[in-house]
Every structure is written in structure tokens, then in C-alpha cells.
């Protein structure tokens, strides 16, 4: 059982930064795809980047590409998640989880992902 722990959310005024970082368990991280979702209040869990196990391909959604930067430490088993000029909109509850498959590109899809953390709030204020 693979088990992840958030961190780094916060409060932030529009225009800031945050880094949120996922710490794994196991010793088999560096085999495992990572990506980060969110879920803002009243709407779906949606996608925001992912990252394959070697870390060479990275997938973003639209609404953060060129502002957020997904990357991983293995010797650490940690995955990061750099946001940089945050908007309200990207208020919400930040996930990482973790997908066993070897696949060269990081799934979209959460049903593609085994593992969740229970996630960190951020919370950008205008």
C-alpha cells in the first residue's frame, strides 16, 4: 500500500506562488506515474498535471499551462507541484495521487490513478 501525504497549500493573494509537495511511502515511487488533481466547491475533481515515472513527460491542464510546473524527486520520493501567478479560480483542494502503469505519458483520466492523498487546500484570494 502506497500512501501520500500533501503539503505546502495555503492562503495566497492573486498574482503569488505556492509549492505543494507530495511525500510517498514505498520504495517503489520511482516506478509509478504522479499527478496532481483539484476540486474546487461544488464542482468535479479535474485534472491539473502529471508526470511519468522517469519524469521526462509532463501533461498539464490548459487552464495552468505556462503558470504551473509538475516535477518529481525520486531519490526523495516526492513529487512537486510549482504554481506560480495564481488566480481565485484555481481555489480549491489539491490531490496528488499516484498510478501504477509504466506508460510514457501521464494519464488525464483519475480513474487511471490507484493512490490519493487527502489533499491540501489553497486558497487564492483577488
Known amino acids: 500500500q502506497v500512501q501520500l501525504v500533501e503539503s505546502g497549500g495555503g492562503l495566497v493573494q492573486a498574482g503569488g506562488s505556492l509549492r505543494l509537495s507530495c511525500a510517498t511511502s514505498?520504495?517503489?515511487?520511482?516506478?509509478?506515474?504522479m499527478g496532481w488533481f483539484r476540486q474546487a466547491p461544488g464542482k468535479e475533481r479535474e485534472f491539473v498535471a502529471g508526470?511519468?515515472?522517469?519524469?521526462?513527460?509532463?501533461s498539464y491542464a490548459d487552464s495552468v499551462k505556462g503558470r504551473f510546473t509538475i516535477a518529481r524527486d525520486n531519490a526523495k520520493n516526492t513529487v512537486h507541484l510549482q504554481m506560480n501567478s495564481l488566480k481565485p479560480e484555481d481555489t480549491a483542494v489539491y490531490h496528488c495521487?499516484?498510478?501504477?502503469?509504466?506508460?510514457?505519458?501521464?494519464?488525464?483520466?483519475?480513474?487511471?490513478?490507484?493512490?490519493w492523498g487527502q489533499g491540501t487546500q489553497v486558497t487564492v484570494s483577488s
Open positions: 495521487a499516484a498510478d501504477r502503469t509504466h506508460s510514457l505519458t501521464p494519464s488525464i483520466n483519475q480513474v487511471s490513478y490507484d493512490y
Open positions: 514505498g520504495d517503489t515511487f520511482n516506478t509509478y506515474a
Open positions: 508526470i511519468n515515472w522517469r519524469g521526462i513527460s509532463t
